[in-house]
């Protein structure tokens, strides 16, 4: 009885005890079930990122003028330093400063007083030495009737022979002092030796001039059209250009130096302008390298009928190759910038991809030239450039290699960039 009783005390002991057993042995189930998931869900195939859509073109070679840039200024064909070659007072300016002028203009006029005065003398001096030769000319003929009637005697005949001669020289030495008088009186004039453009006044009316080398300068006159531009090219090109210029000089015949230079074309622009608008020749290469730049003095000519072009003005120049040249374009967009280097997105074969570091050269029709770092028949992402990794598969949409691609990506239905 004692122990049905205790047994029956204890019961609620038993049950809590049976239950934590339970738990107990349900807990390695649970583990392994959590365990078994996980190995599932690692053993099952992850799922690939979708390919990055972009626009690429194929790099392919074309035949172009290949060119060189360069800075230079402009200098004028003819710049004149106009200097009095008669003393006196100034008297009158006959121009606005800054002008353009003809050739011959009056711009000057010097007080002229004096030296019509030397030519009256002069005048006079001639008239006299006439006179005298009309006189020597009648005496000589006399003589020389007498003489005939053997009425004088040789030395007579001689010295008014002599008187004659004399006459005659006295009368050119007069008509000499005659045009020197009336050079000096046309030099009160200071007309434009040149066409072209007049600088500021240097010396005003009322002012008293020298004459000669010593003189000083009245103004400036530089001329307009054509116009000089000179800039300093790196002697590597110049052996190039002049090699270039070699072969086609055997090429043609032997063709002058003046003929072959012009076929080098050569582009400027200026401050003033965004592009490079004006188009012109190859005129000149010095005959000497400066040895502390390693640099050739090149001079190009270009025509400026409007006046537009100063000289003194910056410019920017690229001249061009006597002969064309195989060249890889790509478009700008193309470019990525990785601190100091260039590089473009590469697609291979496999649609993976591939950074490259390129070299780039100069700018031809809205395309930059590449001249390391790529080969004909490469494809790279000209659209997208920003969304792509190294590694990355891509979604390629082939697009023309022109200078806007975006705008074939957009047409073709591709996410613009």
């Not at 600088?199 to 000669?212: D, K, M, P, Q, T």
């Amino acid at each position: 009885m004692n122990t049905i009783k205790n047994t029956l005390r204890n019961r609620p002991r038993l049950l809590a005890a049976l239950t934590a057993v339970g738990a107990l042995a349900a807990v390695p189930a649970v583990l392994f079930g959590l365990s078994s998931s996980r190995q599932a869900a690692a053993s099952a195939p992850t799922a690939a990122p979708p390919a990055v859509p972009v626009s690429v073109a194929t790099v392919a070679a074309s035949e172009v003028a290949a060119w060189d840039e360069f800075s230079g200024r402009l200098e004028a064909v003819d710049r004149v330093e106009l200097r009095s070659r008669a003393a006196g007072t100034v008297q009158a300016v006959h121009f606005r400063e800054g002008a353009l002028v003809r050739q011959g203009d009056l711009l000057f006029t010097i007080d002229a007083a004096p030296y019509a005065a030397d030519v009256d003398r002069a005048e006079a001096q001639v008239a006299a030495a006439r006179s005298r030769l009309a006189h020597a000319k009648t005496e000589q003929e006399r003589a020389q009737r007498l003489w005939d009637e053997r009425a004088i005697a040789q030395r007579e005949l001689d010295e008014r022979g002599n008187g004659l001669r004399e006459g005659e020289a006295n009368l050119r030495a007069a008509e000499a002092a005659l045009q020197s008088a009336r050079l000096a009186l046309g030099y009160t004039q200071v007309r434009a030796p040149i066409a072209g453009r007049i600088g500021r006044i240097e010396v005003s009316a009322g002012n008293l001039v020298a004459a000669g080398p010593g003189a000083p300068v009245l103004a400036t006159l530089v001329s307009v059209s054509p116009i000089y531009a000179s800039f300093d090219a790196d002697e590597q090109v110049i052996v190039r250009a002049l090699r270039q210029l070699h072969q086609l000089r055997d090429s043609s015949g032997g063709a002058s130096v003046r003929t072959q230079l012009e076929r080098i074309p050569v582009q400027m622009g200026t401050a003033a302008t965004t592009d490079l608008p004006f188009e012109g020749r190859l005129q000149l290469i010095d005959n000497q390298v400066d040895a502390r730049s390693g640099t050739i003095r090149v001079r190009a000519v270009f025509d400026n009928k409007d006046g537009s072009l100063i000289p003194g003005q910056f410019a920017k120049l690229r001249m061009g190759r006597a002969k064309t040249a195989s060249v890889l374009l790509i478009n700008e967009r193309a470019v990525g910038t990785d601190q100091n280097k260039r590089f473009v997105i590469v697609v291979g074969a496999d649609n993976k991809a591939a950074w490259r570091e390129v070299k780039l050269g100069t700018s031809v029709n809205g395309l930059r030239a590449v001249t390391e770092g790529l080969q004909a028949g490469e494809r790279i992402v000209v659209n997208g450039l920003q969304r792509v990794r190294p590694g990355t598969e891509v979604a390629p949409r082939e697009v023309a290699m022109d200078a806007k691609p975006e705008v074939t990506a957009q047409r073709d239905g591709a996410p613009r960039s």
